[in-house]
C-alpha cells in the first residue's frame, strides 16, 4: 500500500465524503490553498466545541494521554477533519508540567523514545499525521528527530514541522528518510488578544500573494474562543482567495518531490 493510500484509509468514509464533495466544487475554487491546523485537542479545553462546529475543512492535532483525547479524535474523523497526534516534545525554555504525559526529552534512551512516541500513536483514535507540541529543543536534535520520523514512516504517518525553532533538523531528515513533511508558516494566536489574531490572518492572507499553499495553526486553550471567532468572521473573505483543505491534500507523494516551507 503507498503512503496516498494510506492517508486516505485513516481519514475513513467521513474524510472521503468530505474529499468528494471539495472534489465536486474545484472547479468552482481559488488555485491557492489555506491548511488550518488547531493544536491542543484533547484536554477539554476552551474553544473545542467551537472549532469542531467551524464549516472548513482543518486539521485537529490532538495531545495524546488526556482526558478526552478520544473523544476530541472521533468527533474531529467524524467531522471528515485530518486527526494528527500532537505530539509532547521539550523546549529550549518552559515549565515541565506544560508538556503533558508522555512527552519526549533530550535525556531519553533511543528505547524510550520509540516506546513513547508508538505509545503516543497508538492512544490517538484515528492518526494519520504528527506535529509537535513546543519542541523547540527536540526538533533540533538529529538523534531523536530521525528515531520520531523513522517510527511516523513504519505506521504510515507524515510530519508537520511547527517549526518552533528555525534551527528544526526535520525537512532534512524526512527527504532523507522519505517522510512526507510540511511546515507551519505563522502561528495565529501566539499572543492571546483579538486584534493580534486578526493582524495574523492580515499576515496569512498576504502569504497567499506569494506561495500556493499557507499552513497557519491556532489553539484551543487559552485563545481558543477568540481565534475560532476570528476564523469564522474570516471564511468568506478568505473563501475568495484560497480554498481550506486539509493538511493530507498538501503532502507531495514523496518527500523528495517538494516541502511546503515558510
Known sequence: MNNGCRWMKKLGTGGLLL??????????????HIAIVIDDFGNGMSGTEEMLKLQIPFTAAVMPFMPTTKRDAEAAFKRGLDVIVHMPMEPNRGKKEWLGPGAITADLSDEEVRKRVEAAIDD??????????????????????????????????FFLDSRTTPKSVIPELAADLDVPVVVNHLFLDDVYSTSHIAGQMGKLKRKLQDHVSVIAIGHVGP??????????????????????????????????????LP
Do not use: W
Not at 128 to 141: F, P, V
Open 124 to 157: 490517538v483514535p484515528h492518526a494519520a499525521g504528527m506535529n509537535n507540541h513546543m519542541g523547540s529543543k527536540i526538533t533540533a536534535d538529529e538523534r531523536i528527530m530521525r528515531i520520531v520520523l523513522t517510527v511516523c514512516k513504519e505506521r504510515g504517518l
Open 19 to 32: 474529499a468528494l464533495l471539495l472534489g465536486a466544487t474545484a472547479a468552482d475554487q481559488p488555485d491557492k
Open 223 to 260: 485563545p481558543g474562543l477568540k481565534t475560532s471567532a476570528v476564523l469564522r468572521g474570516s471564511i468568506a473573505e478568505l473563501s475568495k482567495q484560497a480554498r481550506f483543505v486539509r493538511v493530507s491534500e498538501l503532502l507531495p507523494s514523496s518527500a523528495h518531490d517538494y516541502q511546503i
